[in-house]
């Protein structure tokens, strides 16, 4: 064994031994972006803060010494920064050890590493792991979705999640196949046009209430429900004429069905994720109920801002907030 791989692994059981040294509490999400769907989860074991790649803490309940915490985040990001180094370094050897390379993957995605995330899943696109597949089809959307992404570029990546997304479904339906196969549907109709987007509309509705069936505490499903329903909701006339064209029964929703699937998921996992709160901002302005839009909005203008994507939300939300008088 080389002496990397006995670092490596003794930094492993370190953590491991510490983290499991009291009852472990439930797991709880740290960062999620949906559509933008980021969902990290950790094993928390005495509480405490834990932080992000940039250093910024995240929310969860603090009762143990500021020693513990800094030992959990710098075991996590030596052991992250070695097992990466030897991931990408050596991937035949990990082919037969999924689980370390799902571990890895997931630490990055964590750590908002977007392009070393791509970096390391794009060397399996060829695996027959359906836990793989759909993270794949995940960091392939969130690389097209930066900024830095060039439109041809961007395309490409959408129908290559599209396609990673569906081989994983292919392989094993869980609740994470199903959604992303649904998110990846309804960004490639964006390509395709208002009418195979409409056409697409149940097959996406289906894949989403799907995942919520199969892991119900999955507060993103829930929430990517709601954004389905709001959108029928407001949807515009001549849009709902492309859908009576193409179904007998278009498909309909109100904004209080949007709004019950926003609430339903900040009851499952409170605060997790700002474009929720901004869809629930969003929501109540619509049905004229101007107090808890603006308590709503004003949270999607003061969660931290971990992601693009949180950016551009606290900026609509600064935005409709004026709109109703509030001073910036």
Same mark, same amino acid.
């Given at each position: 064994?080389?002496?990397?791989?006995?670092?490596?692994?003794?930094?492993?059981? $370190?953590?491991?031994?510490?983290?499991?040294?009291?009852?472990?509490?439930?797991?709880?999400?740290?960062?999620?972006? *949906?559509?933008?769907?980021?969902?990290?989860? $950790?094993?928390?074991?005495?509480?405490?803060?834990?932080?992000?790649?940039?250093?910024?803490?995240?929310?969860?309940? *603090?009762?143990?010494?500021?020693?513990?915490?800094?030992?959990?985040?710098?075991?996590?990001?030596?052991?992250?920064?070695?097992?990466?180094?030897?991931?990408?370094?050596?991937?035949?050897?990990?082919?037969?050890?999924?689980?370390?390379?799902?571990?890895?993957?997931?630490?990055?995605?964590?750590?908002?590493?977007? %392009?070393?995330?791509?970096?390391?899943?794009?060397?399996?696109?060829?695996?027959?792991?359906?836990?793989?597949?759909?993270?794949?089809?995940?960091?392939?959307?969130?690389?097209?979705?930066?900024?830095?992404?060039?439109?041809?570029?961007?395309?490409?990546?959408?129908?290559?999640?599209?396609?990673?997304?569906?081989?994983?479904?292919?392989?094993?339906?869980?609740?994470?196949?199903?959604?992303?196969?649904? $998110?990846?549907?309804?960004?490639?109709?964006?390509?395709?046009?208002?009418?195979?987007?409409?056409?697409?509309?149940?097959?996406?509705?289906?894949?989403?209430?799907?995942?919520?069936?199969?892991?119900?505490?999955?507060?993103?499903? %829930?929430?990517?429900?709601?954004?389905?329903?709001?959108?029928?909701?407001?949807?515009?006339?001549?849009?709902?004429?492309?859908?009576?064209?193409?179904?007998?029964?278009?498909?309909?929703?109100?904004?209080?069905?949007?709004?019950?699937?926003? $609430?339903?998921?900040?009851?499952?996992?409170?605060?997790?994720?700002?474009?929720?709160?901004?869809?629930?901002?969003?929501?109540?302005?619509?049905?004229?109920?101007?107090?808890?839009?603006?308590?709503?909005?004003?949270?999607?203008?003061?969660?931290?801002?971990?992601?693009?994507?949180?950016?551009?939300?606290?900026?609509?939300?600064?935005?409709?907030?004026?709109?109703?008088?509030?001073? %910036?």
């Amino acid at each position: 064994m080389t002496q990397t791989a006995k670092n490596r692994n003794r930094m492993h059981q $370190i953590l491991y031994h510490w983290a499991l040294r009291k009852p472990a509490a439930e797991e709880r999400a740290l960062n999620v972006r *949906s559509h933008g769907v980021r969902l990290v989860r $950790i094993r928390e074991s005495c509480g405490g803060a834990c932080y992000c790649a940039s250093g910024e803490p995240v929310k969860v309940s *603090s009762n143990t010494s500021n020693l513990g915490r800094g030992l959990t985040a710098t075991l996590l990001a030596y052991f992250g920064f070695e097992l990466y180094s030897n991931l990408t370094q050596s991937p035949a050897a990990c082919d037969s050890d999924k689980d370390d390379i799902i571990e890895q993957a997931d630490y990055l995605y964590g750590s908002g590493e977007t %392009i070393k995330l791509y970096q390391l899943l794009i060397q399996y696109k060829d695996s027959e792991n359906a836990e793989l597949l759909w993270r794949l089809a995940r960091a392939s959307r969130d690389l097209a979705q930066l900024s830095s992404t060039s439109a041809d570029n961007k395309k490409k990546l959408i129908y290559e999640a599209l396609a990673y997304a569906k081989k994983s479904l292919d392989k094993e339906p869980n609740f994470a196949a199903h959604k992303w196969y649904a $998110i990846c549907i309804s960004d490639v109709g964006d390509y395709e046009g208002t009418k195979a987007k409409i056409a697409n509309a149940y097959v996406i509705k289906e894949h989403f209430q799907k995942a919520i069936e199969l892991n119900p505490k999955d507060a993103t499903s %829930i929430h990517l429900m709601g954004l389905w329903c709001f959108t029928f909701a407001e949807m515009p006339w001549y849009q709902q004429k492309i859908a009576s064209m193409l179904f007998a029964t278009p498909p309909t929703s109100t904004y209080e069905e949007a709004l019950a699937y926003f $609430i339903k998921a900040e009851e499952v996992d409170p605060n997790f994720y700002s474009k929720n709160l901004l869809m629930l901002g969003k929501t109540y302005l619509k049905l004229k109920s101007q107090k808890m839009a603006l308590l709503w909005l004003t949270k999607a203008k003061d969660h931290p801002a971990y992601t693009e994507e949180d950016k551009q939300v606290q900026k609509e939300a600064v935005e409709l907030l004026k709109t109703l008088g509030v001073k %910036i």
